[in-house]
């Protein structure tokens, strides 16, 4: 039995959180993805408004929190630039039975929503090293842009018929 798992993915605009996870889905698409930017995309557009930002990463929270309660695996990417900004997320990981992996990217590629430079360099300055805590080690571990977390390959329903039949 495949034990769920909370993937956060953190790092400032441009270190490749998204194309990160996109990677992971297609790895295992029975993944769910929640970041905050999502809230501001309507219509294939992105339309961000600071005045919503509280309200975006608490979509992103109760999004994360019913797919774990579901009993989904979860991928959760935004800045996570300080670590109480992921406190919430790890503790309702451990309410909910998941297993955490923290990934910090450093990648350098062009932001998708424009954040100005200087914004950007703000929070690369901002920007808190995550330590696991001695009493967590048990249940999160942590990889930088140099490693993979393990996501399990996904294998339909179908292929695995296939290889029991003998045709695949």
């Given at each position: 039995m495949t034990?769920?798992?909370?993937?956060?993915?953190?790092?400032?605009?441009?270190?490749?959180k998204s194309t990160k996870a996109r990677e992971l889905l297609v790895k295992n698409p029975k993944l769910k993805h929640f970041e905050a930017d999502m809230f501001f995309e309507r219509d294939g557009l992105y339309k961000f408004?600071?005045?919503k930002i509280k309200d975006a990463h608490q979509w992103c929270?109760?999004?994360?929190?019913?797919a774990l309660r579901e009993g989904h695996s979860v991928i959760v990417s935004n800045t996570f630039t300080k670590i109480w900004e992921m406190v919430a997320y790890i503790?309702?990981?451990?309410?909910?039975?998941?297993?955490?992996?923290?990934?910090?990217?450093?990648g350098g590629y062009e932001n998708v929503h424009g954040v100005p430079k200087e914004k950007?360099?703000?929070?690369?300055?901002?920007?808190?090293?995550y330590t696991i805590p001695e009493k967590d080690t048990h249940f999160i571990k942590e990889y930088s842009s140099s490693e993979q977390p393990h996501v399990p390959e996904f294998i339909s329903d179908s292929a695995i018929l296939e290889n029991i039949l003998g045709h695949g």
């Open positions: 034990t769920k798992k909370l993937y956060i993915i953190r790092g400032v605009p441009g270190s490749g408004n600071p005045a929270q109760n999004g994360v929190r019913s503790q309702m990981a451990k309410e909910q039975g998941a297993s955490v992996e923290v990934l910090t990217l450093d950007v360099q703000e929070m690369r300055d901002r920007f808190e090293k």
